[in-house]
């Protein structure tokens, strides 16, 4: 009873005219910031971070956290209307959001992105209500070990169950993590894959970079190529009624949604990991689970509502470890910690006793601010669906120059720019040769995360592998991902059998 007294209280925090305003401007600055490639939620927040400052903290935590959510939501315009995804985030929601697009469903993705993003945050607040302590504890006893064979787990899943050729996902998944491998090493800090000291591969490669680079210029010369630049998407269209059976449609999709939404999550309980490998992981399950993983990549709506449940979901996981621990979930939450302490809160155990007013007003803003961001991103979408009735040739330079940009602003180097055209022309060469886009993706993602917890764990068990099957959690992920590798093979022999018999 304690925690619904709370969160009444919080409410009448939130719902005050003052917070609802800071609501409402978060909610409208995050879906612009969240769906201008190379900006996404960690920029938005730190260039507004010093505005706050001129209003109480609650009220700044308010705004943050409705910028936040709002770029959570704006990720996905830019990928299902342009092909370009706003942030890492939105990266998996690109896979089948655009070629929805491309079919003239784009309301439809649209309206999937909203709803599922929705549904995707009210269980994580739900969940952040009811068990922000217990789900802190257990994130602490999640290790390097456990970690690293989560990290197995989604590779397995994109082999195992992709429904792609198995030797072309192998390609790139280890293509993937060899671009993830370049730059300082993580532990000695010498350089490697440098290419004969080029400056510029000093900082890696970033992951937008890479994602920009496949799926903005990739994907113009893929749609130049296959329409003989001829291109048309003005059979795009909106309608009240569209929305509607739009939003119906989606009752067939909500095991998926159930999913991303508790992935989404769990990994973003998990220090420093994120929203953008619990979008990419959902996305892998989706299609693993599906009785048509084919359809992926060629607008399977299953695809758009898995990604956008996970990261809005993980989003709010992110700062369950923020507030009870003092650890950020994500750069996001980084950001956030930092004006909390600029603010003179302590995060911590102590942070729900000593400060219940700010943490109750917080955890309800999430509530309104998710309703704000769903009314507000559908009532948007006839604005959003204009975007396509542009003619090709004005629509086509348009997304060139929002890719250079996108590539330019992660890290204000030319260097990038140039390195996403390469990345451009190679996407739309493994497409032409029908290699899998996304295990490459989820390679550049994890890999830097993998090889951490890899040799994080070697070093604290002197190096000994062993270590990986005596912590519960890993083994049993490890058990899982062996089958998962196996399954193509025991499916191959299932079937040698059934030929064998008739």
């Given at each position: 009873?304690?925690?619904?007294a709370?969160?009444?209280?919080?409410?009448?925090?939130s719902?005050?005219?003052?917070?609802?305003?800071?609501i409402?401007?978060g909610?409208v600055?995050?879906?612009?910031i969240g769906?201008?490639?190379g900006l996404?939620?960690?920029?938005?927040?730190?260039?507004?971070?010093?505005?706050?400052?001129?209003?109480?903290?609650?009220?700044?935590i308010?705004?943050?956290?409705?910028?936040?959510?709002g770029?959570m939501?704006?990720?996905?315009?830019s990928?299902i209307?342009?092909g370009?995804?706003g942030a890492?985030?939105?990266v998996?929601?690109?896979?089948?959001?655009?070629?929805?697009?491309i079919k003239?469903?784009?309301?439809?993705?649209?309206?999937?992105?909203?709803?599922?993003s929705f549904?995707?945050g009210t269980?994580?607040?739900?969940l952040?209500?009811?068990f922000?302590?217990?789900?802190?504890?257990f994130a602490l006893?999640?290790?390097?070990?456990?970690e690293?064979?989560?990290m197995?787990l989604?590779?397995s899943?994109?082999?195992g169950?992709?429904?792609?050729?198995?030797?072309k996902?192998?390609?790139?998944?280890?293509?993937g993590?060899a671009?993830?491998?370049?730059g300082l090493?993580?532990?000695?800090?010498?350089?490697?894959?440098i290419?004969?000291d080029i400056?510029?591969f000093?900082?890696?490669?970033?992951f937008?970079?890479?994602?920009?680079?496949i799926?903005?210029?990739?994907e113009?010369?893929w749609?130049m190529?296959i329409d003989k630049?001829n291109?048309?998407?003005?059979?795009?269209?909106?309608s009240?009624k569209r929305?509607?059976?739009?939003?119906?449609e989606l009752k067939n999709t909500w095991?998926?949604?159930?999913?991303?939404s508790?992935?989404g999550?769990?990994?973003?309980i998990?220090?420093?990991?994120?929203a953008?490998?619990?979008?990419l992981m959902a996305?892998?399950i989706a299609?693993?689970?599906?009785?048509t993983?084919e359809?992926f990549?060629?607008g399977?709506i299953?695809g758009?509502?898995?990604?956008?449940a996970a990261n809005n979901a993980?989003?709010t996981?992110?700062?369950?470890?923020?507030l009870?621990?003092g650890i950020p979930?994500?750069?996001?939450?980084?950001i956030l910690?930092?004006?909390?302490?600029i603010w003179g809160?302590?995060?911590g155990p102590?942070?729900f006793?000593?400060?219940?007013e700010?943490?109750w007003?917080l955890i309800?803003?999430?509530?309104?601010?998710?309703?704000?961001?769903l009314?507000?991103?559908?009532a948007?979408?006839?604005?959003f669906?204009?975007?396509l009735?542009?003619?090709?040739?004005?629509l086509a330079?348009?997304?060139f120059?929002l890719?250079?940009?996108g590539?330019?602003?992660?890290?204000?180097?030319?260097?990038d720019?140039?390195l996403?055209?390469?990345?451009?022309?190679?996407g739309?060469?493994?497409?032409?040769l029908n290699?899998?886009?996304?295990?490459v993706?989820l390679?550049?993602?994890?890999?830097?995360?993998?090889?951490?917890?890899?040799r994080?764990?070697l070093?604290?068990?002197?190096?000994?592998?062993?270590?990986?099957?005596e912590?519960p959690l890993?083994?049993?992920f490890?058990?899982?991902s062996l089958?998962?590798?196996?399954?193509?093979l025991?499916?191959?022999?299932?079937?040698r059998k059934?030929?064998?018999?008739?």
């Amino acid at each position: 009873m304690d925690i619904f007294a709370n969160l009444i209280d919080g409410f009448a925090t939130s719902l005050l005219p003052y917070n609802m305003m800071m609501i409402t401007l978060g909610v409208v600055a995050g879906l612009f910031i969240g769906a201008m490639p190379g900006l996404g939620s960690v920029n938005g927040v730190a260039i507004l971070l010093p505005v706050t400052f001129l209003v109480p903290p609650t009220s700044a935590i308010i705004f943050l956290g409705a910028i936040y959510y709002g770029a959570m939501y704006g990720g996905a315009i830019s990928s299902i209307m342009l092909g370009i995804p706003g942030a890492s985030t939105a990266v998996a929601t690109t896979f089948d959001g655009r070629p929805m697009a491309i079919k003239g469903e784009a309301d439809k993705a649209l309206v999937a992105a909203a709803v599922a993003s929705f549904l995707g945050g009210t269980i994580s607040i739900i969940l952040f209500t009811l068990f922000a302590p217990l789900l802190a504890d257990f994130a602490l006893k999640f290790g390097p070990a456990e970690e690293f064979a989560l990290m197995i787990l989604a590779f397995s899943t994109f082999i195992g169950l992709g429904g792609d050729s198995i030797l072309k996902t192998l390609f790139a998944i280890f293509f993937g993590l060899a671009l993830s491998a370049v730059g300082l090493d993580v532990v000695s800090g010498q350089s490697r894959l440098i290419f004969g000291d080029i400056t510029g591969f000093y900082h890696g490669i970033n992951f937008l970079v890479l994602a920009i680079g496949i799926y903005g210029i990739g994907e113009i010369l893929w749609t130049m190529e296959i329409d003989k630049g001829n291109v048309s998407l003005s059979k795009a269209n909106v309608s009240l009624k569209r929305i509607f059976k739009a939003i119906k449609e989606l009752k067939n999709t909500w095991g998926t949604v159930l999913m991303g939404s508790f992935l989404g999550y769990f990994v973003g309980i998990l220090p420093a990991a994120g929203a953008t490998p619990g979008s990419l992981m959902a996305y892998g399950i989706a299609k693993s689970a599906s009785k048509t993983p084919e359809n992926f990549g060629k607008g399977e709506i299953k695809g758009v509502v898995a990604p956008e449940a996970a990261n809005n979901a993980a989003s709010t996981g992110s700062m369950l470890p923020m507030l009870t621990l003092g650890i950020p979930g994500s750069p996001t939450t980084a950001i956030l910690l930092g004006g909390m302490v600029i603010w003179g809160l302590e995060p911590g155990p102590l942070l729900f006793i000593d400060q219940r007013e700010f943490v109750w007003g917080l955890i309800s803003s999430l509530y309104t601010a998710n309703v704000f961001t769903l009314l507000i991103n559908i009532a948007f979408i006839p604005a959003f669906i204009a975007v396509l009735k542009m003619p090709f040739t004005i629509l086509a330079p348009i997304i060139f120059v929002l890719c250079v940009v996108g590539g330019y602003a992660p890290t204000n180097d030319m260097h990038d720019v140039w390195l996403m055209l390469i990345f451009g022309l190679g996407g739309y060469l493994l497409r032409k040769l029908n290699y899998p886009m996304a295990p490459v993706v989820l390679a550049i993602v994890l890999g830097p995360l993998a090889e951490r917890s890899m040799r994080q764990t070697l070093i604290g068990s002197h190096g000994s592998p062993m270590v990986f099957i005596e912590r519960p959690l890993s083994l049993i992920f490890l058990i899982i991902s062996l089958f998962l590798f196996a399954l193509p093979l025991l499916k191959k022999l299932n079937l040698r059998k059934k030929l064998e018999s008739l």
